[in-house]
């Protein structure tokens, strides 16, 4: 799907991939830590963030075994989709994640 996007904005997206691109509980939290965090973080990073929102708890206490777990969906199951649809950049020599549209959470609502 051809779509065009700008950091910072959202070129809307059909209502059937917001739906299906929020239905995940841990996209969503994935979506909202980019944005907490400037736009862009390594996956490692973005993971235990992640993680942590999950638990509830800071990034430095996320159980090890959690944090793998959760970084190995990410790069799985979630970039896959984020990336197809423009709304993340993966940087692959960098191992960084760029947020490449803003407000996704808010279109979905």
Same mark, same amino acid.
Do not use: N, W
């Given at each position: 799907? =051809?779509?065009?996007?700008?950091?910072?904005? &959202? /070129?809307? #997206?059909?209502?059937? &991939?917001?739906?299906? !691109? !929020?239905?995940?509980? *841990?996209?969503?939290? #994935?979506?909202?830590?980019?944005?907490?965090?400037?736009?862009?973080?390594? &996956?490692? %990073? !973005? =993971?235990? +963030?992640?993680?942590?929102?999950? +638990? /509830? $708890?800071?990034?430095? $206490?996320? %159980?090890?075994? @959690?944090? @793998?777990?959760?970084?190995?969906?990410?790069?799985? @199951?979630?970039?896959?989709? !984020? $990336?197809? $649809?423009?709304?993340?950049?993966? %940087?692959?020599? *960098?191992?960084?994640?760029?947020?490449? @549209?803003?407000? #996704?959470? %808010?279109?979905? *609502?």
């Amino acid at each position: 799907m =051809a779509t065009e996007h700008t950091r910072g904005t &959202v /070129g809307r #997206l059909p209502e059937r &991939v917001v739906s299906d !691109l !929020l239905s995940s509980d *841990r996209r969503r939290r #994935l979506l909202g830590c980019l944005e907490d965090h400037g736009g862009c973080l390594p &996956v490692t %990073d !973005l =993971a235990a +963030a992640v993680a942590a929102r999950e +638990a /509830g $708890t800071d990034a430095e $206490t996320v %159980d090890p075994e @959690r944090h @793998r777990a959760v970084r190995a969906e990410i790069y799985e @199951r979630h970039l896959p989709k !984020l $990336t197809a $649809t423009g709304v993340v950049e993966f %940087d692959s020599m *960098r191992g960084t994640v760029t947020l490449s @549209r803003t407000g #996704l959470v %808010d279109q979905g *609502r």
